[in-house]
């Protein structure tokens, strides 16, 4: 294992709430990834980080924003969540060692907006 | 725009067959090429990873191949196995100096004992 937990594992929240994901890493990777997953969809990129307060919008990144104050830590924060938002949100690393172009991908959060 | 294509979506197969997984991408400038398995409710395990400069990767049963000019990656699986179901993601990476990733849809993949 690659060292990433994400917190909370399942979240059920109401729309026009405020939710906070987060993605720990123990790997000391540069860069830290968020994407979402959707039937149809695949994996889409919300968000990344190549750097300690440095990050880049990804394909799907309306109504999202992110935060990253440490290396090990990268947060996704729904500032008002939708119904659209519903899905499985999966943090991921790269960058670091040998292979610095692999992704490692952390267990997945599945968030539900009702 | 790069757009990455697998299919089939699904596919069935007896244990112990040999098959091949694919993978299409419309931009031929891409810097590498990863393979992923992703088991139920689970994240992503990564397979192997291909290089631009490289024709294929092998990892045990697994062998992966990149043709960049004709913009297409297979996944060879050898000997099936139960054990192999799951479903298999290609992802390429532009060479635009982003790390951006762009992901396929999958091919869910179930090998009948």
């Known amino acids: 294992d690659a060292g990433i937990t994400q917190s909370p594992r399942h979240k059920v929240t109401e729309t026009g709430t405020p939710v906070t994901l987060r993605c720990h890493q123990t790997e000391n990777h540069r860069y830290m990834y968020w994407y979402r997953q959707d039937p149809g969809h695949g994996l889409r990129l919300i968000h990344y980080?190549?750097?300690?307060?440095?990050?880049d919008k990804g394909e799907v990144s309306d109504g999202y924003s992110v935060s990253r104050s440490k290396t090990e830590d990268f947060l996704l924060t729904l500032e008002s969540a939708t119904s659209s938002q519903t899905s499985v949100y999966f943090c991921a690393i790269s960058g670091a060692g040998l292979r610095t172009d692999t992704q490692y991908f952390g267990p997945g959060t599945r968030l539900t907006v009702l | 725009k790069q757009e990455v294509t697998q299919i089939p979506a699904a596919l069935s197969v007896p244990e112990g067959e040999n098959l091949v997984l694919n993978c299409s991408f419309t931009d031929s400038a891409i810097y590498n090429l990863q393979w992923f398995r992703q088991d139920p409710g689970k994240g992503l395990t990564s397979l192997l990873l291909?290089?631009?400069?490289?024709r294929e990767q092998t990892s045990g049963r697994l062998n992966a191949s990149l043709d960049k000019s004709s913009g297409r990656s297979t996944l060879y699986i050898a000997a099936s196995q139960p054990g192999d179901s799951a479903t298999y993601l290609c992802?390429?990476?532009?060479?635009?100096?982003?790390?951006?990733?762009?992901f396929g849809t999958g091919t869910r993949l179930k090998v009948l004992a």
């Open positions: 980080s190549y750097g300690v307060k440095d990050t």
């Open positions: 291909i290089q631009s400069s490289q």
């Open positions: 992802a390429v990476k532009p060479t635009s100096g982003t790390y951006k990733y762009i």
